[in-house]
Nanobody, 122 residues
């Protein structure tokens, strides 16, 4: 399975950040032999990794309490992608954003995209 993030590298404060993760070598929908969990994680400059949330094989989505109020994570089955929308961004949302896949467990990250840099500036 390969993952590739895409989206704007620059977003203005108060706008919505929209990212997509294209999946190749696997299906975004339910897998009959394993359960898949499609995650978004970010790393702000000089800080550690922050888990944002995931959308499961079932289509159910869960977000960290820190992001829940302004985050939407969903699947785009027609394009074999999953997406992140982060509303009302501030400069503190500047980070490298990664999409990952956990196979069989929601707690693992078995596959990673290469990451995409997002800057928040007017």
């Amino acid at each position: 399975v390969q993952l590739q993030e895409s989206g704007p590298g620059l977003v203005k404060p108060s706008q919505t950040l929209s990212l997509a993760c294209t999946v190749s070598g696997g299906s975004i929908t339910t897998n009959t032999t394993n359960y898949y969990y499609w995650h978004w994680i970010r790393q702000p400059p000089g800080k550690g990794l922050e888990w944002i949330g995931y959308v499961a094989h079932s289509g159910n989505a869960y977000a960290s309490a820190a992001f829940k109020s302004r985050t939407s994570i969903s699947r785009d089955t027609s394009n074999n992608q999953f997406t992140l929308q982060l509303r009302s961004v501030t400069p503190e949302d500047a980070a490298v954003y990664y999409c990952t896949l956990g196979v069989g467990s929601a707690n693992g990250h078995d596959y990673w995209g290469q990451g995409t840099q997002v800057t928040v500036s007017s």
